[in-house]
């Protein structure tokens, strides 16, 4: 079971209280782009077995839209943090360096 | 191989048993091979067997990082149908079908295909509009289904309760050759049958990287060394999208976790396999007499093959209204299985971008199904280095081209 924590309202709850996005910081691709960059922002998807960085909703609560840095093989929470951003904050960067050394950031 | 018979039976309870052979063998990896199938499940072992049955294709090996058989293929809820919307999956799923049916005699492997019918409920009116839809198009396509009265279900189904107040019945679609099978036997036999026609299996052997030059694929390393090959076919469900970064490409695919469970052993109580997807419950019963009960998947991308709780009590409350005798079940059993879901949720098979690697994977929640017709499918594609009619509208280039095949609408679910 995951218990996140909503970084607007500050509340901590278990899965049912939230509602999963999907993969973050997609750069999105409109009218005039090439079908390979729309195909890319529609459905072109990192899924690693390891640290992910996603977006969630806390539907019953605030409402509000966060991101969440987690690890889909352990489903260790790294950290959440606003959705007004599109790079993973620094601190998110070393709580999960913190945990996994080998860890890189994907270009 | 030594054939399997009501002879060999006798035979060996002449001999305590003493002369049974092992059912494949366990060989080392070769320096080359012609083929290699990366996944030793279903599907993989499907494509060993008909590149060498229908393509002469024998120099082939199906490396496998766990044990055989050990992912999906003995996860699932074992449901065998065709009644699909558009004419590309029905003509996979058909051939797949028809293939269980004489599958048996076909590996000499017991794999205990039962067509004992599959019902679809329709429990909204937008999913009787959808099944209605669905029975025209099979029936044009020569897919025997047909709809189904609530009161003829309740004939068929004693045991079901169709004027639930939240989720009545208002029809179902019956396709009375679907069924299920033994989804062990099915890996089993196929392992079998490949490994006898001179295919390697190749357990505990992990890939851990794919080599490349600027002609394409040159071959794999392992934790049993490196592998010399022309032609690679990556076959591995949830894993995939960690594949096929090795092998240096994306795919639109996103990796979640699939529940099920088993109840205690009852008297036989339910002889069909039923399905309510609006609720995400699917339910038959075992020959042991478990109720085998599917639930939805997470909506959460997930590797660690366990579910959330929550989803498996939704799926319980929602079919103890449908079959109240549920509620006084204990469970037995539950777990999960890592499912690989495409943007449109229906498979890939075909090339990829980088050259001599094939893909098989995105079956989603509906793969074992389609193993035979599937590894029917990528083994022509193998052999010719290009799909054929049957695998070339799951091509992956129809994600750039927006030719989607747009199963999840009609279905209400995934598969």
């Not at chain 1, 489903?75 to 790079?87: H, I, K, M, N, P």
């Not at chain 2, 044990?67 to 065709?82: A, C, K, M, P």
């Not at chain 2, 592998?227 to 979640?256: H, Y």
Request: hydrophobic letters at 40%; a neutral charge.
């Amino acid at each position: 079971m995951l218990r996140l924590t909503c970084p607007v309202c500050g509340a901590t709850g278990e899965e049912t209280e939230f509602h999963a996005g999907g993969e973050a910081h997609l750069k999105r691709f409109g009218p005039g782009s090439t079908d390979e960059d729309f195909r890319d922002y529609l459905f072109q998807r990192q899924n690693p077995r390891g640290v992910h960085f996603e977006r969630w909703r806390h539907q019953y609560g605030c409402g509000k839209w966060f991101h969440v840095a987690r690890c889909t093989q352990t489903l260790e929470v790294f950290g959440s943090y606003t959705a007004q951003t599109s790079t993973v904050p620094d601190h998110i960067q070393s709580a999960i360096k913190a945990r996994r050394p080998d860890w890189e950031p994907a270009q | 191989m030594k054939r399997y018979s009501a002879f060999a039976i006798a035979r060996e309870a002449f001999r305590h048993h003493t002369g049974w052979e092992r059912a494949w063998r366990s060989p080392q990896p070769k320096a080359e091979y012609d083929v290699v199938i990366v996944g030793a499940g279903g599907h993989g072992l499907a494509t060993a067997y008909y590149l060498a049955k229908n393509h002469g294709i024998t120099n082939v090996a199906v490396v496998e990082k766990g044990w055989l058989g050990g992912g999906n293929t003995g996860r699932n809820t074992t449901i065998i149908r065709s009644n699909y919307l558009q004419p590309s999956s029905m003509a996979i799923f058909e051939k797949s079908r028809g293939l269980y049916e004489d599958l048996s005699q076909d590996l000499n492997y017991n794999i205990m295909f039962s067509p004992r019918g599959v019902m679809m409920l329709a429990q909204t009116e937008h999913e009787l509009r959808a099944w209605k839809r669905t029975a025209h198009a099979n029936r044009i396509a020569g897919i025997e289904s047909e709809m189904v009265t609530p009161q003829q279900i309740q004939e068929m189904i004693p045991i079901i309760q169709t004027a639930g107040p939240r989720y009545p019945v208002l029809g179902g679609l019956w396709q009375a050759r679907g069924g299920s099978a033994r989804h062990d036997a099915v890996a089993w036999g196929y392992a079998r049958a490949a490994s006898n026609m001179g295919v390697d299996i190749i357990q505990q052997c992990e890939v851990i990287g794919v080599d490349r030059d600027a002609s394409g694929v040159t071959g794999i390393q392992t934790t049993k060394g490196a592998i010399r090959t022309k032609k690679l076919c990556i076959v591995v469900a949830g894993n995939s999208g960690v594949l096929a970064d090795m092998a240096g490409f994306k795919l639109p695919v996103e990796s979640v976790a699939l529940q099920a469970l088993v109840s205690e052993p009852i008297k036989p109580a339910l002889d069909c396999v039923v399905m309510a997807n609006t609720v995400h419950g699917y339910m038959s019963q075992s020959d042991k007499g478990e109720m085998v009960i599917g639930g939805g998947a997470d909506s959460f991308n997930n590797y660690t093959q366990r579910g959330s709780f929550h989803h498996l009590e939704e799926t319980v409350r929602a079919l103890i209204e449908t079959f109240p005798m549920v509620s006084r079940l204990k469970m037995l059993r539950h777990w999960g299985g890592i499912v690989d879901m495409t943007g449109d949720r229906s498979p890939i098979i075909g090339t990829t971008p980088v050259p001599g690697v094939f893909i098989n994977c995105g079956w989603g929640t509906g793969g074992f199904k389609a193993i035979p017709g599937s590894g029917w499918a990528t083994a022509e594609m193998l052999a010719d280095g290009a799909p054929r009619a049957l695998a070339a509208p799951f091509a992956l280039d129809r994600f750039t081209q927006g030719r989607m095949i747009d199963e999840s609408v009609a279905a209400a679910v995934a598969h």
